[in-house]
């Protein structure tokens, strides 16, 4: 998505964000190695696709098997935030993934599905983190940490379920 007006700045392009979700991939197989297992489980939209790469990042170094699920968030109801597709997560380690970090609202309402399950950890990953936490939510897995001003918004865009490139506008 593509600001209707003003100025788009580059802050990652499709080679650097593909380099951050690797290295953010080796971060995660370090800190899960005794795992039996991962449920990495992105939020609906850009949050999927980076949850996607992620897996395919964790699949070519990792020896444990890694569920990919997703989390549906209506933004008019939040707490009613669905998962889908995660089966069983009680004492397993899940990873919730999301593009950006603004807020770290979407994040928290995220968790609430999770927290019924009973998973043995809960970690966060973001492709971009912004500076202006309102909730009490900060990433275990930054791509990229960049402050901005409050009236500055991030977007990163996909294609086809590539990430194409993050833009500051």
């Known amino acids: 998505m593509a600001p209707e007006t003003g100025t788009k ?3 990652l392009t499709a080679d650097a964000a593909h380099r951050k979700i690797r290295r953010m991939a080796f971060e995660i197989a370090e800190n899960n190695a005794a ?4 449920v990495v489980i992105g939020i609906e939209g850009n949050g999927q696709a980076v949850a996607a790469l992620l897996v395919g990042e964790l699949s070519k170094i990792l020896s444990l098997p890694v569920r ?32 950006v970090s603004n807020t770290g609202r979407t994040l928290l309402y995220a968790l609430k599905p999770l927290l019924s399950g009973q998973p043995r950890s809960i970690q966060t990953l973001v492709l971009v983190e912004r ?39």
Do not use: C, M
Request: proline share 4%; glycine share 10%; aromatic share 4%.
């Open 68 to 99: 990919l699920a997703t989390i549906r968030i209506n933004k008019k109801e939040p707490l009613n935030a669905t998962l889908e597709g995660a089966g069983d997560v009680s004492g397993k380690a899940v990873i919730v993934v999301d593009d």
């Open 35 to 38: 795992e039996p297992g991962l």
């Open 131 to 169: 500076s202006h936490k309102q909730f009490a939510v900060q990433p275990d897995y930054v791509g990229l940490s960049i402050s901005t001003t409050l009236q500055e918004h991030i977007t990163v865009e996909t294609r086809g379920g590539a990430i194409t490139g993050a833009w500051l506008h």
């Open 9 to 11: 700045n580059s802050i």
